[in-house]
């Protein structure tokens, strides 16, 4: 549930409040929205559209807990302003399993407990994702480098390995 204040910004004709429009699809649904031009990618899942999932962490781009896909790409996306995604397609942690049943990547998460505190887990999902699906990694140096971006506090970097090498074949 939005503020009363942010409730009202969000109501006012956008010209008269600096706003811009901005149209894009998330998790597959299309979505129209007036927003500041500066605001993120990151606050507009979370505080606009209620996509939780993505974590806000350093809010410097340095521990990888927003990463989301857009356009099939891995971003940040609290260094990602929400103006600059008009007709893009964004997908979130919500947007990868197919109804109930999880997707594998997030299975092998939990088969590996590839997870501790669950903080950055999101971002290491989607990372994983786009490291199963676009990555040519074949050694544990490669599949470690390739999800540099993304770090974890409670140092589960052995079990998001074997997650990663599951759904990649090569793990148990």
Not at 79 to 90: F, I, N, P, Q, S
């Amino acid at each position: 549930m939005a503020s009363p204040a942010i409730e009202a910004i969000a109501s006012a004709a956008p010209e008269a409040t600096g706003l811009v429009e901005v149209a894009f699809k998330v998790n597959g649904e299309r979505r129209k929205l007036s927003i500041d031009p500066r605001v993120t990618l990151l606050d507009t899942l979370r505080e606009r559209l209620q996509l939780t999932g993505t974590k806000k962490g350093c809010d410097r781009g340095q521990c990888g807990a927003c990463t989301v896909h857009v356009d099939g790409r891995r971003v940040l996306s609290c260094l990602t302003l929400a103006a600059t995604l008009r007709g893009k397609e964004v997908t979130t942690i919500e947007g990868i399993a197919d109804g109930d049943e999880l997707h594998p990547v997030q299975q092998a998460f939990i088969d590996h407990d590839g997870f501790q505190c669950g903080f950055c887990t999101s971002g290491q999902i989607m990372s994983a994702l786009k490291v199963v699906e676009d990555c040519e990694v074949r050694t544990d140096d490669q599949i470690r480098e390739a999800m540099s971006g993304n770090l974890c506090r409670c140092g589960a970097y052995p079990n998001i390995l074997e997650a990663i090498k599951q759904v990649k074949g090569g793990g148990r």
